[in-house]
């Protein structure tokens, strides 16, 4: 027997999830829980943040300062690994450390079949050594060529660094939500694969949809009718900070189908 789409949903399918910092709706962001949660779920992947230290070590965090999701107080970038690596990044109760991007990548090989979406955070004072840094820690983990990585940033420069020293990784330009005034016209100064819009970017701008035939990754789809939102619009990736509520949405909506033979 052969199951095919009906005529009027033909060309609806569910987006592919990403979780974003990890499974960050359930469990400290961007922590080995976090992740290896959100990794053993039947989803395309997981994305997360990298940083410089002071000392030149790539580590999995968003925020310029440590104050938000950690015990600790300061910079990132003024900080030393061996310094950070005695925070908490979790809870009193469930404490988490800080991870280095290769520990992630190393976690990854545990999981064969999921992708990771790297987003080098850009303005840093580093510039564009967090990009040169994350090509490093890919090419010892032997994935700067899988199609398993993606690389995603708010920075063009960081995008054509990509293009130009990593060709075969697919990389989404993300578009802040404040670029809707200041680039009405959607000029790209760098050649991505695809495009990354917030969720209220691209909803306020459809014309990012399927932008130039690139595909499109949108961010941080956390209500089931935003996920529905993104299916009846043909986003191809989104990421969402619950994971396990899109499975549940698509299960619960599935795409209607009609039985043939
Ligand atoms: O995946 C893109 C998205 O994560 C960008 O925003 O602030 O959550 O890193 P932010
Ligand atoms: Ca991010």
Redesign the pocket.
Do not use: F, S
């Given at each position: 027997m052969t199951i095919l789409a009906s005529n009027s949903n033909d060309h609806l399918q569910d987006p592919l999830i990403v979780a974003?910092?990890g499974a960050s709706g359930l469990y400290p962001e961007l922590t080995f829980q976090a992740f290896n949660e959100a990794l053993k779920m039947p989803i395309h992947g997981i994305?997360c943040?990298v940083r410089l230290t002071r000392d030149g070590e790539l580590i999995v965090f968003?925020d310029p300062i440590l104050s938000r999701t950690t015990n600790g107080r300061g910079r990132v970038s003024a900080t030393d690994y061996a310094d950070l690596r005695t925070l908490n990044a979790g809870t009193k109760d469930n404490p988490q450390r800080i991870m280095r991007l290769a520990e992630l990548l190393e976690l990854m090989q545990d999981y064969p079949d999921k992708h990771i979406?790297i987003?080098t955070k850009h303005p840093t004072r580093y510039g564009p050594e967090v990009d040169e840094q994350t090509l490093r820690v890919l090419h010892y983990a032997g994935l700067r060529e899988s199609e398993r990585v993606h690389l995603?940033s708010f920075s063009h420069r960081a995008m054509r660094y990509f293009t130009e020293f990593a060709p075969e990784l697919e990389t989404f330009y993300?578009f802040r939500l404040r670029e809707k005034k200041w680039n009405r016209g959607n000029h790209m100064l760098s050649r991505p694969y695809g495009v990354?819009p917030a969720l209220s970017h691209l909803q306020a701008k459809r014309e990012l949809l399927g932008f130039r035939g690139l595909r499109t990754y949108t961010?941080?789809v956390n209500l089931p009718k935003q996920m529905l939102w993104c299916r009846d619009n043909g986003v191809d990736v989104f990421?969402t900070d619950l994971p396990q509520l899109a499975m549940e949405t698509f299960a619960k909506h599935p795409v209607a189908t009609t039985m043939v033979g």
């Open positions: 974003h910092r994305e943040d968003h979406y987003e995603i993300l990354g961010w941080t990421a």
